[in-house]
């Protein structure tokens, strides 16, 4: 384990299957540092306007509303992280993890992120967990998403850009969504993900890029061993 400065936050970007969830989970329980999932609070506002009858495309402000009130609280549960969800503060949670991430919901997270008022609540949310768990005496956290280094958290420590080709970052969701249970196509999947590729590139709200100062990992020929063994040396040249 290296041995790091307290208060160290480590963004992580990247597009989708590009393996950046694994590598930021897997450089948390190596370090001893704390990580967050940002999208599962996009995810989380997408299913509970969904299940409360808001069209997020159509009803933005609505959408917004479900944001503000969201009351999200990440739990570690064994060796997982876990997404605790209520509609408002002091109703009670559920733990919405097997829902959050299925292609479904993935389906319906356009308007959501693109909704410049959510966002806003949100990377105050995402901010506020971080700085809370610092302040319970974590070493620090690593936060993983698109726009973590460039607007989440600007001043991190130290950021990385994860990305793959686009065939690797298939078969991986693809791996992932049937491991969950679910029936896929390649085929589609890949053009899912390209279409997602190019939404999050040209969003005028915090679009996916890689930030000036954030270390390119390419992980298309790298297994989860090596890209953990890259962040790690980088981390500890940089920051140990």
Known sequence: MTELRKGVIVAIDGPAGSG???????????????????????????H???EGGIDAAAQPERAAEVAR????????????????????AGAKKEDLTPVLFTAA????????????????VLVEKMRAAA????????KGVVLEGR???????????????????LDARAQRRAAELAARGE???LGGLKKQIARRDDFDAGRAVGPLKRANDAIDVDTSHLDVDQTLAKLRAELKARLG
């Open 20 to 46: 950046k969830s694994t590598a930021a989970r897997q450089l948390a329980r190596a370090e001893g540092l704390h990580y967050l999932n940002t999208g599962a609070m996009y995810r989380a506002v997408a």
């Open 48 to 50: 509970l306007a969904s």
């Open 69 to 88: 009130a969201m009351d999200f609280e990440y739990r570690v549960q064994g060796d997982a992280l876990h997404f605790w969800v209520a509609s408002k």
């Open 105 to 120: 919901l993935t389906e319906k997270l356009q308007p959501v992120v693109t909704n410049e008022a959510i966002r806003a």
């Open 131 to 138: 700085r809370a768990v610092l302040r319970q005496g974590a």
């Open 147 to 165: 726009d973590i280094g460039t607007v989440v958290f600007p001043d991190a420590s130290i950021k990385f850009y994860i990305h793959a080709d």
């Open 183 to 185: 029936k896929v196509e």
